[in-house]
């Protein structure tokens, strides 16, 4: 069926360097790679694998994240499934038409206008002649250069250029569509018209394979998530748990010399420990600590962020108490926040934070921005991060038969 | 369903030599245009180029055999002349097409690393490139050649089978080096030096047979007997040496098989080694 991805067992290696270090090399070696198609699993000097044993398969119309730390492999695996690179164990297959976002332009030449880049990377992307005179005016309303068009794009700057070659990939209409990290160019409204357009591709059922960084929007626009770590696969499954599992390769990170965390647990109603929470549910946040080194009118805090790091919600006991955490060494204490959790449809990171007696930005005794991950499930009534519990009447007055004052009214 | 057989495609799937060159003809094209497009670009005289060219060859090559002649002490007619023009403008073709075909995977890296497609497309629009200039000479020749009443004969039907068998092998070179040079940037300057001397063992400003023993070596190059033939076929109307043109059309149908086969091997590291 079109749009089927299935990777298995998937290795690749890169080299380091050159592979030939001399001609005296370069003759049998070159023979050998031509007569034979080696597939040896044994590295030679400077290799190193850029992906090891992945294997994982995407249904037609599901979006799949890969999100993992830089050099982890994810736009090796991009170039892999969009079949710029071959594997070297193991085997690829997708099917039907692939559309590749791996760099947006790739294909245009400096010196042809807007116009004939349009035909040119257009059939670069697979397009038909045709199919491009069918869809030209769609593209450049798209891209909003119709003023440009028969300028050189060496002329454009580096966000029409890039609008240009976003327009031309999205009406490759593929039924697999790769996207690596390009949402960041072009400004804010460009940026939110292309998160339109795949959300739309989402809903036509093209699957969707998204590499980023970004985890709000991996987070909003796909359903499930491949975290990569060092080439290997470490995680596949719901989004919320890739991005737990993508924050935990930086706990060393937040290892403190002054306390440990011994528990933590977040409650609704009551009830034990829970992270698929309700919009607007009263919680009870409770770590239970232990001093590692004397601990003298500290204030313990939390926070919400989102996955991406943006704070949302802090407070700490300089603002909400008198008491303040005094500890000695070996001694315990148990932390209880109660706050309302008026938020919903999303991914959300609970942190827990010990200041320093002296508050000063920056300087902490513990810190951990993501002690906790939460889902809020969505509330039918709204959309957006915050919820705010909203209800509405229309209240007609009797007897006026002003059609716009009716008309306002329904606005 | 038709549709989405067509549209199938995995990478365990053996690839037909033309039927996917056949899917991307659009594309084929389009970078062809292109090619010939950017030649022209920001330039004086644009397109004029692409006749003001091959004038200049047919130039040095009648300049050649004039300084020659008088060397000789024999004089030389002007079916001399014409012949010279006929094999200048052919091999201007060959080494323009081998030239730019060599250069062809690395100047267009962009597309290598970040693109799928099948890249046998680049060398190869670069030699149809090349051709569309050859073809601009050739309409040039044909005005010349009817103004001085060359003469039409049965024989000039050989002319697109020599042609067809002189692109042929500029396009099997031209994805052999592409793809050399891709690997070792040193291909490029290997290529200037033996276009270089190419000309002194190709008949191109004398006929092989002119020139005895030498000349049997000027056959053994398989260009030769394409610009003899062409020669012979179009000024001293005679039929081409078949003996040595097989030959060519060795290289022109064994040779293209081979050196794609080669292209093809090396395609999949294409984009890692570049």
């Known amino acids: ?411 | 369903m038709d549709n989405i057989q067509n549209a199938t495609s995995t990478q365990a799937e053996k690839r037909g030599l033309f039927r996917e060159l056949y899917q991307y003809r659009d594309l084929l094209l389009m970078v062809t245009w292109r090619d010939i497009k950017i030649r022209y670009k920001q330039s004086l005289m644009g397109f004029l180029w692409a006749l003001l060219m091959p004038v200049l060859v047919v130039g040095a090559g009648v300049i050649a055999m004039i300084a020659f002649s008088r060397v000789s002490g024999h004089g030389f007619d002007k079916a001399a002349i014409f012949s010279v023009a006929v094999r200048s403008v052919s091999w201007a073709f060959f080494a323009a097409g081998v030239r730019f075909g060599t250069n062809s995977l690395i100047m267009n890296k962009e597309l290598v690393t970040k693109i799928y497609f099948p890249r046998e497309i680049l060398p190869l629009a670069s030699v149809l490139a090349s051709f569309v200039d050859f073809a601009v000479a050739i309409a040039v020749l044909v005005i010349v050649l009817s103004i001085v009443k060359i003469g039409v004969t049965i024989h000039l039907l050989w002319v697109p089978v020599l042609i067809l068998l002189l692109t042929s092998i500029t396009m099997g070179v031209s994805i052999l080096l592409s793809c050399a040079n891709l690997f070792f940037r040193d291909v490029k300057y290997l290529v200037e030096i033996l276009l270089t001397y190419g000309i002194f063992f190709t008949p191109v400003l004398y006929s092989a047979k002119s020139l005895g023993k030498m000349g049997t070596l000027m056959l053994v190059n398989p260009i030769g007997p394409i610009l003899e033939g062409l020669s012979s076929v179009v000024i001293q109307h005679q039929a081409p040496d078949l003996k040595w043109l097989a030959n060519s059309a060795a290289w022109a149908i064994l040779g293209f098989a081979l050196f794609w086969k080669i292209f093809e091997k090396a395609e999949s590291s294409f984009a890692e080694r570049i």
């Not at chain 1, 079109?2 to 360097?17: E, L």
């Not at chain 1, 966000?159 to 490759?172: C, E, K, T």
């Open chain 1, 1 to 411: 069926m079109a749009g089927t991805i299935y990777v298995d067992g998937v290795w690749k290696k890169f080299a380091r360097g050159e592979n030939f270090d001399s001609l005296r090399d370069l003759i049998p070696g070159l023979a050998k790679r031509l007569l034979s198609r080696p597939v040896s699993q044994e590295l030679r000097k400077k290799e190193f694998w850029a992906l090891q044993d992945v294997s994982f398969s995407v249904k037609p119309g599901e979006a799949l994240a890969i999100i993992g730390p830089n050099g982890s492999g994810k736009s090796t695996m991009l170039k892999l499934l969009s079949r710029i690179l071959k594997p070297n164990k193991g085997s690829i297959s997708v099917t039907g038409r692939l559309g590749a976002l791996i760099e947006l332009g790739a294909g245009f030449h400096p010196d042809l206008t807007g116009r004939e880049n349009i035909y040119l990377n257009g059939t670069i992307l697979g397009m038909k002649r045709a199919e491009i005179d069918r869809k030209f005016d769609e593209i450049v309303d798209f891209s909003g250069l119709s003023a440009f068009l028969d300028m050189p794009v060496k002329r454009y700057s580096s966000g029409m250029y890039a609008r240009l070659g976003f327009s031309v990939a999205v009406h490759v209409d593929p039924d697999v569509l790769l996207v690596d990290e390009v949402l960041s160019v072009g400004d804010y409204h460009f940026q939110e018209q292309c998160f339109r357009k795949m959300q739309q591709f989402c809903r036509q059922g093209t699957t969707l394979v998204f590499v980023s960084h970004n985890l709000t929007a991996v987070s909003t626009l796909c359903t499930a998530a491949l975290v990569l770590k060092s080439g290997t696969p470490v995680f596949r499954g719901d989004i919320s748990g890739a991005i737990q599992k993508y924050h935990s390769f930086y706990e060393a990170d937040l290892k403190s010399r002054h306390l440990e965390i011994v528990d933590s647990r977040l409650m609704v109603n009551g009830g034990s420990d829970a992270n698929v929470i309700e919009p607007g549910a009263r919680v009870v946040f409770e770590v239970e600590v232990k001093a590692l080194a004397e601990i003298r009118d500290a204030h313990p805090g939390v926070q919400v962020h989102t996955p991406d790091g943006q704070c949302l919600f802090a407070t700490a006991a300089s603002r909400l108490t008198k008491d303040r955490l005094n500890l000695l060494p070996g001694q315990s204490a148990t932390l209880v926040f109660s706050f309302d959790m008026n938020l919903q449809g999303g991914v959300f990171l609970l942190g827990f934070t010990v200041s320093p007696e002296i508050e000063t930005p920056g300087e902490w005794l513990y810190y951990n921005p993501r002690l906790k991950r939460l889902v809020l499930t969505e509330d039918r009534r709204c959309a957006g991060v915050l919820h705010l519990n909203p209800s509405l009447d229309i209240v007609s007055q009797p007897g006026v038969i002003d059609p716009r004052s009716c008309q306002e009214v329904s606005l």
